[in-house]
């Protein structure tokens, strides 16, 4: 059985999302990242980055394990390994890529900046927080406009792309957004957000969180 290192975080809940979507079974394991898990040996034999999530295939290509990081390489993986999620060729691909990369390379480092210099940072910068916090909104502004125009993210199907999103938006809090100011996004978030795999993902991510 596939076995994925998590804990209740954007990145994270990718993996369960993917997962129950294409209705592979999986051993969900936390790593609580609150007490500092991700950096004990343990687990940094498994990502020397000290980051989660993780995922293991026992069933890899070749029949050999495979152990996997980084949260979008993961989506690309599953997605190829089940021909489900990702089109197999020509432009509707490329928009899932452009969708997966634009979030991994903008939106969740702007929402996580953002969250670290407003809640996180020993000082308050206003450069940082000036920069981060425009920056979360110029991004939100482009995907509100995206979403405007077709259903998805990739277009009129659910793809990696909407999972890739997915995870920021939900946490989105941490970087003070308000998707009341993007309602094409509040729009397509109520819409995954009702699907059954997704809230059996975030079910599951959320019981990872130990009671205090």
Do not use: C
Request: proline content about 8%.
């Amino acid at each position: 059985m596939i076995e994925v290192y998590a804990f209740a975080t954007p990145n994270s809940l990718r993996v369960p999302i993917v997962l129950e979507e294409l209705g592979l079974p999986y051993d969900l394991r936390s790593v609580n990242v609150r007490k500092g898990e991700q950096k004990l040996p343990e687990h940094l034999a498994r990502n020397p980055n000290g980051k989660v999530p993780v995922l293991v295939d026992p069933d890899g290509p070749g029949g050999e394990r495979l152990v996997l990081t980084e949260s979008g390489a993961i989506l690309i993986y599953l997605a190829e390994k089940t021909g489900r999620l990702l089109p197999a060729e020509g432009i509707a691909r490329a928009r899932v890529f452009e969708q997966v990369f634009f979030h991994l390379t903008g939106i969740g480092p702007m929402f996580g900046q953002a969250g670290y210099f407003q809640k996180q940072a020993p000082e308050q910068l206003p450069i940082a927080l000036n920069r981060f916090n425009s920056e979360s909104a110029r991004v939100m502004t482009v995907l509100d406009g995206t979403l405007g125009a077709q259903p998805f993210a990739a277009g009129v199907n659910f793809t990696i792309a909407d999972i890739a999103h997915f995870g920021w938006i939900w946490r989105r809090a941490f970087a003070d957004i308000d998707l009341q100011d993007y309602p094409n996004v509040q729009t397509w978030y109520d819409r995954v957000a009702s699907r059954p795999a997704v809230e059996r993902a975030i079910q599951r991510v959320t019981a990872l969180i130990p009671e205090e």
